[in-house]
């Protein structure tokens, strides 16, 4: 394994990121084993000038090269190493005031060190970390002892990192044409542009190679196109409904995040009942199902449910179900024109159960949960 540098962040370098000035002092290649492979990323320890360091870190993913900046935190509500060693995938977390929830438990070791590492940090050092995950936040919760550390992660685009430290990319259109004496820069435009060649047929023998070291990254998936229009009526298997409310809703799972239109119908009948047509599974099929509300004689709390792992088998109102998935949704977009309880950017947890012959579905927050029994019903066109 080459532990050769794949970004043009070297050592020495200075940039402005979030307002700071840093310095780059050095680079520790960092990896985790998956499946019997190791996966590689990179971790820049940066100096500010005034005072203190972050680090900005660099990964393959199989949609090309990722960037994020983390900064060490101290959490409202303290996490101990004891603490976190307990946590899984799924567990919900608060440290700042945020819900998240854990979405990735891991061992990291320390493969290379360039220039100066973070203070403790050697070749061979193995620290156990999770992630979580909640709206737009990430973090880190890392430990090697007793203590834990906390980071906050940001992700930032290619062109951010490369604007912050002054890195300019060719201008491929003036190398094309250049200006001036022909004889002369023609030459040098040719040279430039065949090493140019050269380095991207390079780089992308190194992305088809790397992406193979790991399971794909996250990846997104679109909501079908809206087919219904709020305040319009129609029948679902035989019963009357008219569209209260569209949400488009993103759905974030382990490794993979998806949207989803969902619309919440109003009965015409005298009992005023409620329904949730949700479109769109993230297969990127247009895909219906509508549930129903299940109001439990004991119900779970939003703590007890919390509580409950993909694998498990749970009894909401007399129907056993094998719980399939966990999930964070978050609404993207609302059109509710009676819009009581809900509005954009509110986040709920939630898990999926099946059983031989029905879905359930129950989502949360800290002070509402809701419980809901569905069955697929034909394509609307």
Not at 41 to 63: C, H, K
Not at 226 to 241: C, N, P
Not at 263 to 281: F, I, Q, R, T
């Amino acid at each position: 394994m080459s532990f050769a540098n794949p970004t043009p962040i070297q050592l020495g370098m200075t940039g402005k990121l979030s307002g700071a000035d840093y310095r780059v002092v050095g680079r520790v290649v960092m990896g985790v084993v998956e499946d019997g492979e190791t996966y590689y990323w990179n971790e820049f320890n940066l100096e500010a000038d005034a005072g203190g360091s972050t680090t900005l870190v660099y990964e393959e993913t199989e949609n090309g090269g990722a960037w994020r900046f983390f900064t060490m935190f101290e959490p409202e509500y303290p996490i101990t190493a004891e603490d976190a060693a307990t946590k899984s995938v799924g567990d919900p977390l608060n440290l700042d005031g945020t819900d998240t929830r854990v979405t990735l438990v891991e061992q990291s070791r320390v493969y290379h060190i360039e220039g100066q590492a973070p203070e403790g940090v050697e070749v061979g050092d193995i620290a156990n970390y999770f992630n979580t995950e909640g709206g737009d936040q990430m973090d880190v919760v890392s430990w090697t002892g007793a203590e834990a550390e906390c980071y906050h992660g940001t992700t930032l685009t290619q062109q951010a990192v490369f604007a912050a430290f002054g890195i300019h990319r060719p201008d491929f259109n003036s190398l094309l044409h250049p200006v001036g004496d022909a004889s002369k820069s023609s030459g040098l435009a040719a040279k430039v542009l065949i090493g140019s060649v050269v380095v991207i047929i390079t780089l992308a023998a190194y992305l088809s190679c790397s992406s193979k070291r790991r399971p794909p990254a996250a990846t997104r998936i679109s909501a079908p196109p809206s087919l219904l229009k709020t305040g319009s009526a129609g029948r679902l298997k035989g019963a009357g409904f008219r569209v209260q409310s569209h949400l488009l809703v993103e759905i974030a799972q382990v490794g993979r995040k998806f949207e989803r239109r969902e619309y919440e119908l109003a009965s015409d009948s005298d009992s005023g009942g409620k329904a949730l047509l949700v479109c769109g599974s993230g297969t990127g099929a247009r895909d219906w199902i509508l549930f129903t509300p299940l109001h439990p004689s004991e119900p779970l709390t939003p703590q007890q449910a919390g509580a409950i792992r993909s694998g498990e088998t749970v009894n909401v109102d007399g129907i056993a179900a094998h719980v399939t998935d966990l999930f964070q949704s978050t609404i993207r977009r609302m059109e509710s024109p009676e819009a009581d309880l809900l509005k954009e950017g509110d986040v709920l947890y939630g898990f999926a159960a099946k059983s031989s012959d029905v879905e359930l579905l129950v989502r949360w927050n800290s002070s509402h949960i809701e419980f809901y029994q569905g069955n697929p019903c034909p394509k609307l066109r």
